[in-house]
């Protein structure tokens, strides 16, 4: 069984999230929304970390996994100024919380094939709330990027 | 005669459920001046709240000189309110009103013609244009101008330019009403009437002073009050308000916690089983999702939160679960708090839950703060698009387009209209340089003033301000542009219950100030925008052209006017919307058929996510599959962004007195209003007070992580914890700045807005007060309102607020029998559906 493979992936990327997400809560301030709503969804990861925890402690989380990691995705470490750079670091957040949620879903295929009521329980509430993330920042991309690509000096 | 400003609501006409509310009519003439003298009486209605009390305008050589309500209107009965009676004229009646243009020269205003004003404003403009494009331009605008500036501005900003930046101070005060319905209902359009209050059982008011928000619709409570058949009252608000005083049950909850307490009721209407079943399965979409949303909220786990006994909310709950008809009205409170549109969407929630809906007695006032809020709404110059169309659905652009005759590429609609905020923050940022600003005074009404004033300080952003005074916005433009005031112009505007009204001008404005359509529609004209035959895009002469126009944008839409005439309206009541071929008496309420404007090509918004605002999107909202069904929407609670901690340990929040509106910019010019409520103040609870050493009329300084005040206590009712600021007092008769002692509610305020409406909270942040001078009397604040103090054992009481000579109106009752829908319409048409 290697479903502790993507159990340990999961964990780990919704770690990566929530810390990205509080990254940019606090290099973004002056954009109220912005910075209130990435630390509200920094919460939200932390919240699947700890559902995720039971489900790891039946299957394990093996980090240590033969296949070697080729796309690193370690999160940002800094965030960028102006109104290019709150899009561009939203846009990194959009792909963090992609893999984020693309892992929720394999997550629940290896679920549904184990029959894992507790486990689809949880990909229930905590991929519905990944894919509001997902929602959220497109939607606050898609009104940040004509001022910032077009008008912004 | 009645002293108006000792007595608020004026004298009672007591009446029973069912009943007809009896006609009174106010009226106030000016000094020396009688009925005989009158040269005509002109028809409109009053601009100082969002009731939209029907008036007419005593005119005596050329001046206005008096005012009475109207009897035969559905709105008023013939009421007018303090605001009304003694500053609707007074307000612009004055010296200090602009005469001329004013430009800038060598950092000082100067006075010009029209001619050099809008030849710099054009030239600014077209250089932006072809330099930088559309959307280096903004405009900003109000909840007080008429239904045809509006639009006017509108088409030139959706159509002429092609900015998405468009938006009024309707964000500031009613864009959360809006947005509770379009996420619950599909569209905009307000549910009730007026005539529910008339056949109620039962009154929610959250978030609402009606008292003093609405003092005619008050007055209509009072009524209801005091006939055989009182309904019962449940009041949310933490201030001892006048509402209070009368409320069964009074839930003085911690600002930021309006959620908590709603899930709260939901889940015990549910738990009793107090719901229509049938309704609901028929006309709704959603419970499953709101069940498992509130099941954590018992009343004990909301009381916990919101600092309020469980046993009220059981109270309050059992309430709205066992009365027959139910009204409610949501306002302020929770628009301009912490999560506000899924509060405000928890209300409707609770009457989806008991189909109180589309029945008299049965309704939702979602209201609104300003006389013309909704015309701004419904014609799209701020975050909508004109006639609640959709800008997620081509077809709706198409629509428009095709009705202005323009490229659907020139109207922006690739993302949501830019909200007052965000236009804010682009001017900041320096990427829009052009920011035309209209009868607002965001220099004092828009949270966090200390960052404002830089931002319209900033000198390469190009600032237009068009108002009646050189309101301490008008200081910081470049540009200032004279406009003509209420009575001087003509136009219609819609009250918060969809009554139409027509204004009719009366009187010439003062010097060479023009109406604000005539302003916008020269702008358009120099501009040259055109069509894509090449003709004008905008060809309107005047206000009934613009009206006309408008008619054919509302066509089908919710809010369809195309019934109504400017002919129509003079006369009689005004017209509730839609009024059209099928209603063509207009419609005193909706959803009597449970059928809601959820279908997805006629719906105005897909919704959003309430926690977040991610916006649904076309497909996933066609996959709920509504189909005229109402939706259950909701969020999870979450606690204010700033909450008391060691520094600043006290809960603020901020509101309106019932004798002024907004930044005074009228009602500090009217003797009676300001004597009654002079500067400004703050409210400390007697708890509060005694703790920190403070008695009434003491110096206080409020601080905020942004800034702070220094203005007089008044020891109130207040709930502990908890402290309130007016936010009137801005600097206009103080020298213009804030000098030694600011005294702007909102140099405190911080910068945040709710994720769906975009509304900024003005209700909810930390502060500490302290002591800084002895009182030399008592605070300048009302007695007569919820700023009542709370005498300390063995003091003087304060003087009790009171008018005087220059005060007193006359009040008939009797007269005639009270107006009723549909009847009470000029030419009201039989075959028509109430």
Known sequence: MNLNIYLGMLRQAENTLAESFRQVAEGHGAEPDVHFLCRTLAAQCDRHGELLHPVVQRYGDNSSDNEPERLHAQGLATTRNGPVGLLRDLQDLYLLASLVDVTWTMVKQAGSALRDKDLLAVVDQCDAETATQLRWLQTRMKQAAPQALVAAR | ?834
């Open chain 2, 1 to 834: 005669m009645v002293d108006r400003i000792a007595n608020i609501w004026g004298t009672r006409t007591p009446y029973s459920r069912d009943g007809l509310w009896p006609v009174r009519v106010d009226q106030v003439l000016d000094d020396g001046i009688a009925e005989g003298d009158v040269d005509r009486w002109v028809q409109s209605a009053c601009v100082l709240c969002s009731n939209g009390c029907a008036c007419d305008i005593a005119v005596k050589d050329g001046a206005m000189v008096g005012i009475r309500g109207r009897a035969q209107d559905l709105v008023n009965h013939g009421r007018l309110g303090p605001k009304g009676l003694f500053a609707s004229r007074q307000g612009v009646s004055h010296k200090d009103r602009l005469r001329s243009p004013l430009v800038r020269e060598n950092g000082q205003l100067v006075e010009c013609d029209w001619d050099t004003a809008m030849r710099r404003i054009v030239d600014r403009s077209r250089d932006l244009l072809a330099e930088r494009g559309p959307l280096s331009h903004g405009f900003y605008t109000s909840g007080q101008l008429f239904l045809e500036e509006y639009y006017a501005l509108a088409v030139i900003g959706k159509a002429g330019i092609g900015t998405p930046h468009m938006d009024g101070n309707t964000r500031l005060c009613t864009a959360t009403a809006a947005a509770a319905m379009k996420e619950s209902f599909g569209a905009d359009g307000q549910p009730g009437s007026y005539t529910d209050i008339d056949s109620c059982d039962a009154l929610f008011l959250f978030g609402h002073n009606m008292a003093e928000t609405q003092t005619v619709l008050w007055s209509r409570v009072l009524d209801r009050i005091a006939g055989p058949d009182r309904p019962r009252i449940v009041c949310v608000d933490p201030r001892n308000t006048e509402v209070a005083r009368h409320a069964d049950v009074h839930l003085a909850i911690r600002p930021g916690t309006n959620l908590a307490l709603m899930h709260a009721l939901v889940r015990e209407v549910l738990a009793q089983g107090w719901e229509d079943a049938g309704y609901v399965r028929d006309h709704t979409v959603g419970l499953d999702g709101l069940r498992k949303a509130v099941e954590p909220w018992t009343a004990e786990a909301a009381a916990a939160v919101c600092g309020v006994p469980a046993a009220d909310i059981r109270d309050a709950a059992r309430i709205f679960g066992t009365s027959d008809r139910i009204v409610s009205t949501v306002l302020q409170g929770f628009y301009q708090s912490s999560q506000a549109t899924a509060a405000s969407c928890q209300v409707n929630n609770l009457h989806l839950l008991r189909g109180m809906l589309g029945a008299p007695g049965r309704g939702v006032l979602q209201m609104n703060g300003q006389p013309t809020a909704q015309n701004n709404r419904e014609c799209g110059a701020d975050g909508d698009l004109p006639g609640f169309r959709n800008w997620e659905n081509p077809d709706h652009i198409q629509e428009l387009a095709g009705l202005w005759n323009v490229d659907p590429m020139t109207i922006p609609h690739w993302a949501p209209p830019t909200h007052a905020m965000q236009i804010f923050r682009y001017a900041e940022q320096g990427s829009i340089d052009f920011l035309w600003i209209s009868a607002t005074n965001p220099a004092v009404s828009m949270p966090e003033l200390p960052r404002i004033r830089d931002i319209l300080a900033k000198p390469d952003l190009f600032l237009v301000v068009q108002d009646l005074y050189l309101t301490e916005t008008a200081q910081y433009a470049d540009v200032v542009l004279p406009a003509a005031g209420w009575g001087e112009k003509t136009g219609t505007f819609t009250n918060v219950n969809r009554i139409v009204h027509l204004s009719d001008k009366a009187v010439d404005p003062p010097g060479e100030a023009r109406s604000d359509l005539d302003i916008f529609l020269d702008y358009a004209r120099r501009m040259e925008f055109t069509t894509l035959n090449g003709g004008p895009l905008l060809d309107w002469t005047g206000p009934e052209d613009a009206f006309e126009a408008w008619k054919s944008c509302s066509r089908g839409r919710p809010c369809d006017y195309t019934g109504i005439t400017y002919d129509r309206l003079r006369g009689g009541s005004g017209i509730p919307w839609p009024c059209n071929e099928d209603n063509p008496n207009g419609t005193d309420r909706l959803y009597g058929d449970g059928v809601f404007p959820t279908d997805p090509d006629y719906c105005e918004s897909y919704g959003h996510d309430l926690l977040t605002g991610a916006t649904v999107g076309a497909q996933a909202f066609r996959a709920q599959d509504a189909g005229g069904r109402a939706l259950f929407k909701t969020a999870p609670f979450h606690p204010p962004h700033e909450e008391p901690d060691e520094d600043y340990p006290l809960r603020y929040t901020t509101g309106r007195t019932a004798y002024h509106f907004h930044t005074r910019t009228k009602t500090g010019r009217s003797r009676p209003l300001t004597d009654a409520a002079p500067r400004a103040w703050v409210e400390v609870a007697r708890e509060d007070a005694d703790r920190l050493g403070i008695s009434e009329g003491d110096l206080v300084r409020v601080t905020s992580r942004r800034g702070r005040i220094e203005v007089p206590a008044r020891v109130s009712g207040i709930a502990p914890g908890t402290v309130f600021a007016p936010f009137h007092y801005g600097y206009w008769d103080t020298g213009g700045r804030p000098g030694v002692h600011p005294t702007a509610a909102n140099e405190l305020t911080l910068t945040e807005w709710d994720p769906v409406s975009k509304q900024p909270l003005f209700k909810n942040a930390a502060v500490t007060v302290e002591k800084i001078g002895d009182a030399t009397g008592p605070a300048p604040a009302p007695t007569t309102t919820a700023s009542r103090p709370t005498a300390a054992p063995g003091t003087t009481p304060v003087p009790a607020t009171a008018g005087g000579d220059g005060a007193q109106a006359t009040e008939t009752t009797d007269t005639e029998p009270a107006p009723r829908f549909p009847d009470a319409s000029k030419n009201a048409l039989d075959g028509g559906r109430p």
